[in-house]
Every structure is written in structure tokens, then in C-alpha cells.
């Protein structure tokens, strides 16, 4: 798991968390399914209610997968409206073009955002190299609802290189914290999105234990990269939770959230890898329709329409084609 690494004894390092630790409300592991020309995906929100969720609509693990000589495979290209998307990359390589100038390569942990706002057309494929060498793919794709007088906004892109989060470590220099947007305890990541968000990936050794503050305004989400360990901190009112790979374990709330990594990991997975993100609710209607998050039916229709109208624009002359070899 390549992403982003450094030695935690080198790095800053956070404060002591205080307040009420955030207790666990469940934890839960998504099915599998394929997406786009058929890469696999493990659906990491299904069964678990909006309310807990907002403000994110829907989150994919990407793979992880060993992919033989001409198997990988991405996306056509495809609209989005009403929302952001959020592609870290963790492991591999996707290619990323729309139809508004942005595009670029994303890579062992680089991470992309993509207002589509209005309306936007866009792919992502992997290269041509990666197609016929086949590879490991791992990664991340999470969508961000946008509030109602944002939805029109102009679509964006910006494209986040690995060496740019902000790196920190756990107050005994037991867990690398990778902060991708927002800010853990004064320490701010690169990420800049319509709504007020907060995304890391804590790598935990084995044994190591970390408390995170926690803006008490935002909601709490942690899901399992890879690595066995527990989620909640035990106390009076309170009890950790199991929490292993593929696991999304939802918050309540609370001032800090707790991580703790077994001290015993397999060969496989040598550390606990844990995605954590939370972000200031909307609390307005969602109607999801395919690639189209808005606030009521009309308004999809609306989008729908648009699209076969030709209204998100046109594919570029340029434009990046998937390879299948």
C-alpha cells in the first residue's frame, strides 16, 4: 500500500484530544459489485441511512485487486450533476479527462476533485501501460453533496499530488496521519470543497492507538483499508468495536474519534489502514438518480434532459478513449 509515506518520528505530531470520545453507532460491510466497464468495487455506504452519511452521498472502495495482463478496466465516458467527486488513489493508476479542461494522471496517493456543479462529461481509464501489464488497483471514489445554491455552480477540477497532504503523527509516533482535506487539530490538507469537509488515511502500526479531535459540527465515518483492529474507546458509557477490512464504522457524537490496531496483523496487511471522513451536514432533500444528485424529482428531470439536449457540452476532439488492448 504505497500511498504516501513517512517516518512518524519525524513529523509533527497531534495535540493531546480532549473531550468526550465519539461512541460507535454500528459498524457494517458493504457487497461487492462492478462499476463502470466492470473493475470491481466494494459499495462501502450500502445499508446505512442518509442521515448518518450527509454530507456524502456514495462511497467505492476500488478494488483491491491483482490485475493480470489486459484485465484493467475504468469508465466510459459518463455526465454528473448536483455534487463533487473525491478519487484517491491509494495503489495503481487512473487517467482523468472531462470536458470542461481538467484531466490529468492519478496516482499512489494522488487524489482528485471534480466539482461537476452544473454538468459535467468525464472518464477515468486506466493508461495503456497499466492495461497491458496488469497491476495492482486500489483506491477510493466518494462522492460530496453540494448545497442547493451550489449545485449550478461552474464545474472545477483540482488534481492533488501524493507529496502535497499534510503529514502528522498520533501523539506517540505510533500512527502516520494523511491529511487530505480539511484539518485535524490546526493541521490543514490541500483539499478545498463547496462543503466543509475532513478526509485522512491513518496508517496504524500494530499495537498503536490513536485519538483524533474531531470538529463536534461534522459527522464521523471510518472504513477499513486493509488490517485488523478496533474502532470507540472503552469507558464507563461506552465500548470499542471490531473493526476489520472492508468495515465502515459509523460515529455519534462527540469530540475525538478513537482508532486502535490490533498487535497482531497478518503478513498481507502488516499495519491498520483506515480512510476516516466526516463533513458539516446539509440537511436538505436529496434525489439521486444514476450520475445526478439534486433536490427533487423535477430537478432530475430537468438534468436528464439537459444531458440528451446536449446541454453539458460536447466529448472533447482529444478526448481519452479506454484501451482494452
Known sequence: MPAVFADPLTLPRLGLASGRARTVKSVTYGPQAYEGEGFPVTRAFAGVSYADLDPFIHMDEMGEVEYA???????????HRGFETFTYMIDGTFEHQDNHG?????NNGATQYMTAGR?????????????????????????INLPSHAKMANPNYQNLEGNQVTLVSSQDGGALIRVIA????GFTGPGKSFTPITVAHVTLAPGASVSLPWNPMFNALAYNLGGAGRVGED?????????????LAVFGHGDRIVLTADA???ARTPALEVFLLGGQPIREPVVAY??????????IIAAME?????RFGQIPDDALQPFHG
Open 264 to 266: 497482531h496483523q497478518d
Open 306 to 310: 439537459d444531458y440528451q439536449y446536449g
Open 235 to 247: 469507558g464507563v458509557a461506552s465500548a470499542s468495536v471490531e473493526f476489520n477490512g472492508g468495515g
Open 182 to 185: 480539511g484539518e485535524i487539530d
Open 102 to 106: 481538467g484531466g490529468g494522471v492519478i
Open 290 to 299: 444514476g450520475p445526478f444528485v439534486m433536490n427533487s424529482k423535477a430537478e
Open 119 to 143: 454538468g459535467v462529461l468525464h472518464i477515468e481509464t486506466p493508461p495503456e501501460a497499466l492495461v497491458l501489464s496488469g497491476g495492482l488497483f486500489h483506491g477510493i471514489q466518494l462522492w
Open 69 to 79: 495482463p489486459l484485465e484493467p478496466r475504468g469508465t466510459a465516458w459518463h455526465p
